[in-house]
């Protein structure tokens, strides 16, 4: 096995480059339904002025924009053309978003955005979303966007390490930097690896990494490797933030499209042999015999017999019954792309994306570990990524790092300060031998230095009483220790939370998307507390109306056939059959069984019940079941043996056919489909009273032109 292999695909000791490649693989384990009708585009789209007006409700009118907008949120699909769906579809859709208008309307001329209680809604769920949706635009969607592009490319970097040591980053970063200059002067870089890299793994392979795609090496290395043109030397060192110190010199190597292919396989496995229990490694008989095996699949498959039905038939794999079909598009780099964790051997992937490979191969027997392999490529293309995936990793290993750097340059252009000065007499006036901060701290304070101010940013002063108040209120800062480390962490939380809300306060100027969101949610609210008022509130279960309701529909529901009977059970099946003897003895009589019962039955709870059920349906593996099955009829007893771990002696008592349900037995059936009538009932008349108060009208011949 190749010292490649060994880093990239085993779990061998935790060197330099095996960090470097599993950094964030370790941490990775770490909208209303569409309406219904045809959303097929069209071969062409006709383009249209967004300002056409398409209806007006009151004094409101719907654009073509408005309405495209709403419906791609509907369906979720941010690019889709309005005039490319179907009339039909875009007639509903705008009958709907009239009913929705005329709501918001009537919510509004009641008064209810003027709520107290509505607008400090409002507020809170503001303040939750404002930051998020900041974050999302002012950093992760742009580094998201960068490492999907890339995903479309797979590359290859050499790398010389200088290890720290003693912590005299000087010397490391000259030597770094005079092995730069000899290899700018013509030094061979892979000679250079082997006699001067402080890892092992470099000195042997020469500082050449495997094949990587984006997040999948170290970032700075990443960005170094998408600077540079194949060949090319990254200008100067670059320090490491794993767990080893020290400095990369990074050439690249080479870099292509990164291929992500599907197909179908078939595994042989060597025959398993034990010996006195333990597991014994195939020997060359074994494998030799497998790939003889697979040889005459192969041979089978050439003949005529389809590649998915010979996996299905001979494969040794969870996927044979799938026919071998990859479970999505596999990739060298990352594996699958749907985040699967199975990865080929080794010699599978350099079959797969060999330079010379085509849509449509079949390999022959590829030998490997894990077995014998026959593989067959179906279709690739390049890249694939899912961008919501990316953007769950991203979140989960690079975001914080990345809001510090966002929250420095902003601290920046806000002319942040801290006073350190005052930070130090804060650190003196309390006792920093307590484990944090509390009220008995705070009474320590003087009247003056509580109101020093602590930290400053244009348009903002936090003072060493606000200080206090924050660390006592806020729970996110009762671990910091009060040492000076501990106050500044819980300084830049303090400041973080307030450059925040200065960012989000005029989030509507500047980004008309987030005043959209906001308005939607507000609006969403007024629907919510007005149907609460007009519909819901008024939807108490009305009985008589109910009983006229189910009048007109009874005949659909109806009580099931029931059986009767009475159980006698007991462990002796010879027990049993005595029983069953004597009743028949006497004419199966009620009043003996319900004696017998009582004194014999074994099943608890049931001696004071007289071995008497409750009435059932017939079903498999019932008792109520057999007595269906063998026709039985009141007063029939028979002998059930083995039911339930024992046997039963069974009397029929009686039939209970099957009858129409009473209103009381019905409501469960129908209540549902009743109050659903009522709730359609009462948002008609109610939209109807509305659209006498805000006339509604639709440009019918725009339409018309628009959706021919």
Same mark, same amino acid.
């Given at each position: 096995?190749?010292?490649?292999?060994?880093?990239?695909?085993?779990? #061998?000791?935790?060197?330099?480059?095996?960090?470097?490649?599993?950094?964030?693989?370790?941490?990775?384990?770490?909208?209303?339904?569409?309406?219904?009708?045809?959303?097929?585009?069209?071969?062409?789209?006709?383009?249209?002025?967004?300002?056409?007006?398409?209806?007006?409700?009151?004094?409101?009118?719907?654009? #073509?924009?408005?309405?495209?907008?709403?419906?791609?949120?509907?369906?979720?699909?941010?690019?889709?053309?309005?005039?490319?769906?179907?009339?039909?579809?875009?007639?509903?859709?705008?009958?709907?978003?009239?009913?929705?208008?005329?709501?918001?309307?009537?919510?509004?001329?009641?008064?209810?955005?003027?709520?107290?209680?509505?607008?400090?809604?409002?507020?809170?769920?503001?303040?939750?979303?404002?930051?998020?949706?900041?974050?999302?635009?002012?950093?992760?969607?742009?580094?998201? /966007?960068?490492?999907?592009?890339?995903?479309?490319?797979?590359?290859?970097?050499?790398?010389?390490?200088?290890?720290?040591?003693?912590?005299?980053?000087?010397?490391?970063?000259?030597?770094?930097?005079?092995?730069?200059?000899?290899?700018?002067?013509?030094?061979? +870089?892979?000679?250079?690896?082997?006699?001067?890299?402080?890892?092992? #793994?470099?000195?042997?392979?020469?500082? $050449?990494?495997?094949?990587?795609?984006?997040?999948?090496?170290?970032?700075?290395?990443?960005? @170094? =490797?998408?600077?540079?043109?194949?060949?090319?030397?990254?200008?100067?060192?670059?320090?490491?933030?794993?767990?080893?110190?020290?400095?990369?010199?990074?050439?690249?190597?080479?870099?292509?499209?990164?291929?992500?292919?599907?197909? !179908?396989?078939?595994?042989?496995?060597?025959?398993?042999?034990?010996?006195?229990?333990?597991?014994?490694?195939?020997?060359?008989? &074994?494998?030799?015999?497998?790939?003889?095996?697979?040889?005459?699949?192969?041979?089978?498959?050439?003949?005529?017999?389809?590649?998915? $039905?010979? =996996?299905?038939?001979?494969?040794?794999?969870?996927?044979?019954?799938?026919?071998?079909?990859?479970?999505?598009?596999?990739?060298?780099?990352?594996?699958?792309?749907?985040?699967?964790?199975?990865?080929?051997?080794?010699?599978?992937?350099?079959?797969?994306?060999?330079?010379?490979?085509? /849509?449509? &191969?079949?390999?022959?027997?590829?030998?490997? =570990?894990?077995?014998?392999?026959?593989?067959?490529?179906?279709?690739?293309?390049?890249?694939?990524?899912?961008?919501?995936?990316?953007?769950?990793?991203?979140?989960?290993?690079?975001?914080?790092?990345?809001?510090?750097?966002?929250?420095?340059?902003?601290?920046?252009?806000?002319? +942040?300060?801290?006073?350190?000065?005052?930070?130090?007499?804060?650190?003196?006036?309390? /006792?920093?031998?307590?484990?944090?901060?509390?009220?008995?701290?705070?009474?320590?304070?003087?009247?003056?230095?509580?109101?020093?101010?602590?930290?400053? +940013?244009?348009?903002?002063?936090?003072?060493?009483?606000?200080?206090?108040?924050?660390?006592?209120?806020?729970?996110?800062?009762?671990?910091?220790?009060?040492?000076?480390?501990?106050?500044?962490?819980?300084? &830049?939380?303090?400041?973080?939370?307030?450059?925040?809300?200065?960012?989000? !306060?005029?989030?509507?100027?500047?980004?008309?998307?987030?005043?959209?969101?906001?308005?939607?949610?507000? $609006?969403?609210?007024?629907?919510?507390?007005?149907?609460?008022?007009?519909?819901?509130?008024?939807?108490?279960?009305?009985?008589?109306?109910?009983?006229?309701?189910?009048?007109?529909?009874? $005949?659909?529901?109806?009580?099931?056939?029931?059986?009767?009977?009475?159980?006698?059970?007991?462990?002796?099946?010879?027990?049993?059959?005595?029983? @069953?003897?004597?009743?028949?003895?006497?004419?199966?009589?009620?009043?003996?069984?319900?004696?017998?019962?009582?004194?014999?039955?074994?099943?608890?709870?049931?001696?004071?019940?007289?071995?008497?059920?409750?009435?059932?349906?017939?079903? /498999?593996?019932?008792?109520?079941?057999?007595?269906?099955?063998?026709?039985?009829?009141?007063?029939?007893?028979?002998?059930?043996?083995?039911?339930?771990?024992?046997?039963?002696?069974?009397?029929?008592?009686?039939?209970?056919?099957?009858?129409?349900?009473?209103?009381?037995?019905?409501?469960?059936?129908? =209540?549902?489909?009743?109050?659903?009538?009522?709730?359609?009932?009462?948002?008609?008349?109610?939209?109807?009273?509305?659209?006498?108060?805000?006339?509604?009208?639709?440009?019918?011949?725009?339409?018309?032109?628009?959706?021919?």
């Amino acid at each position: 096995m190749s010292a490649t292999t060994m880093i990239y695909r085993s779990n #061998y000791r935790l060197s330099l480059p095996f960090l470097l490649l599993i950094l964030v693989l370790t941490c990775a384990v770490c909208n209303a339904q569409p309406v219904a009708g045809k959303t097929d585009t069209k071969p062409s789209a006709k383009q249209i002025d967004g300002k056409t007006v398409l209806a007006t409700v009151g004094t409101e009118t719907i654009t #073509y924009k408005t309405l495209e907008d709403a419906y791609r949120k509907n369906v979720n699909n941010k690019t889709l053309l309005l005039s490319n769906v179907s009339a039909d579809s875009v007639r509903d859709f705008l009958n709907l978003y009239i009913n929705y208008r005329l709501k918001v309307l009537d919510a509004k001329a009641r008064g209810f955005d003027q709520k107290p209680e509505i607008i400090q809604d409002i507020r809170q769920n503001r303040a939750s979303l404002a930051a998020p949706y900041l974050f999302e635009r002012a950093i992760v969607n742009a580094r998201v /966007d960068t490492s999907l592009a890339r995903r479309r490319s797979q590359f290859r970097v050499g790398l010389i390490f200088t290890k720290i040591l003693n912590n005299d980053t000087a010397k490391s970063y000259k030597r770094s930097v005079s092995m730069l200059e000899a290899l700018k002067k013509g030094a061979d +870089f892979r000679k250079m690896a082997k006699d001067s890299s402080d890892d092992e #793994y470099f000195r042997a392979s020469g500082g $050449e990494m495997p094949v990587v795609t984006s997040d999948r090496v170290l970032r700075e290395i990443e960005n @170094a =490797a998408f600077s540079l043109n194949v060949g090319d030397i990254y200008p100067k060192p670059i320090r490491s933030t794993l767990a080893v110190p020290g400095y990369y010199i990074v050439k690249l190597l080479e870099i292509e499209p990164r291929v992500a292919a599907r197909g !179908r396989y078939i595994l042989i496995k060597p025959a398993s042999r034990t010996f006195q229990g333990s597991p014994l490694p195939p020997g060359p008989e &074994d494998s030799l015999a497998a790939v003889k095996r697979l040889d005459s699949i192969l041979g089978l498959i050439k003949g005529g017999l389809d590649f998915a $039905e010979a =996996a299905k038939k001979f494969s040794e794999d969870g996927y044979a019954q799938y026919g071998g079909i990859f479970p999505g598009y596999y990739t060298e780099t990352t594996g699958y792309l749907n985040g699967l964790r199975y990865r080929f051997p080794e010699e599978v992937d350099r079959w797969l994306f060999a330079k010379s490979r085509k /849509d449509g &191969d079949r390999s022959g027997v590829i030998s490997t =570990a894990n077995g014998m392999y026959l593989v067959q490529r179906d279709s690739s293309k390049i890249g694939g990524d899912e961008r919501e995936e990316i953007k769950r990793f991203y979140k989960r290993v690079h975001f914080e790092a990345d809001k510090k750097v966002f929250f420095d340059s902003v601290k920046k252009a806000r002319k +942040f300060t801290i006073a350190t000065k005052t930070l130090t007499a804060f650190l003196r006036a309390v /006792d920093t031998t307590r484990p944090a901060f509390d009220s008995a701290q705070k009474a320590k304070l003087n009247a003056k230095l509580v109101k020093e101010p602590l930290a400053k +940013f244009t348009g903002y002063t936090l003072t060493v009483g606000g200080f206090a108040d924050s660390l006592l209120q806020r729970s996110d800062l009762r671990g910091f220790s009060l040492t000076q480390q501990g106050m500044e962490q819980a300084l &830049d939380k303090i400041t973080e939370s307030a450059l925040t809300e200065a960012l989000t !306060r005029t989030m509507e100027t500047d980004y008309p998307e987030f005043a959209s969101l906001m308005k939607e949610f507000q $609006e969403g609210i007024l629907i919510f507390r007005i149907e609460e008022q007009e519909i819901w509130s008024k939807m108490r279960f009305d009985t008589a109306r109910a009983r006229v309701y189910h009048e007109a529909i009874k $005949e659909k529901f109806k009580m099931q056939e029931m059986y009767d009977f009475s159980e006698i059970w007991v462990a002796s099946d010879s027990l049993a059959q005595v029983l @069953a003897k004597r009743l028949q003895t006497n004419n199966n009589r009620a009043s003996l069984f319900d004696s017998l019962a009582t004194q014999y039955t074994e099943r608890a709870g049931y001696k004071e019940r007289k071995g008497k059920w409750d009435a059932l349906p017939a079903a /498999d593996f019932t008792i109520a079941g057999e007595l269906k099955k063998r026709g039985l009829k009141a007063g029939d007893v028979f002998v059930y043996p083995k039911f339930q771990g024992a046997t039963s002696v069974v009397r029929m008592n009686a039939l209970v056919p099957s009858r129409t349900k009473t209103l009381e037995e019905a409501i469960p059936d129908f =209540a549902a489909q009743f109050q659903d009538s009522v709730q359609k009932e009462l948002t008609q008349k109610w939209l109807e009273g509305l659209r006498s108060r805000y006339p509604v009208a639709v440009e019918q011949n725009t339409f018309k032109s628009i959706w021919k």
